[in-house]
């Protein structure tokens, strides 16, 4: 059996081997041509979709805070993300915008999209990652105040058959 250990603070590790089953549950032949790799190529997948278990705040940040009299918002607009919902293990792609009030420290811009990125790395809903980002900026820079507007789009949403409905799968 081939795997793909990986480290979270815990010994975890994805194995091929459950990738081979869920081929083998769908009727599919796992070492036919087309997908002999693919068990070790999701397992790597995987890893890098949820890396974020292995990241923590102080890595992120790494001393990129600075002080500043500066008391006009710092808005970081735009930051591409890219996450899995928890409850379909599907993926939601979309932007989040930051924008936190500095009281007395600004961090480097750099750092807010690492932060989004570090949260958005693991199996998520939209609603805790836009809190997570918030209070990690927060707890970070002190700020007066912090404000996370994620639009995404959810694959766990599936049009039927009027477009204007939407239905969760």
Known sequence: TRFLYVSWGSE???RDRHYTAILE?????????????????????????CRGYGQNLDE???????????????????????????HHMLP??????????????VLGLSKVA????????RLQI????????AEAVQSVTGAAGVAVVIEAQHLSLIHISE???????
């Open 12 to 14: 975890m590790c994805i």
């Open 25 to 49: 549950a769908l009727g599919e032949d796992p070492s036919r041509e087309g997908l002999a790799d693919t068990p070790a190529r999701a397992a790597k997948a995987m890893r890098h979709l």
């Open 60 to 86: 992120i940040v790494n001393g990129a805070l600075f002080t500043s009299d500066t008391r006009e918002i710092v808005l970081v607009k735009n930051i591409e993300l890219y996450s899995l919902c928890e």
């Open 92 to 105: 939601f792609i979309g932007k989040a915008h930051v924008a936190y009030l500095p009281n007395g420290k």
């Open 114 to 121: 690492r932060i989004v990125e570090m949260y958005a790395r």
């Open 126 to 133: 939209q609603e805790n990652l836009s809190r997570q980002v």
């Open 163 to 169: 477009p204007t409905r939407r239905r969760g799968i």
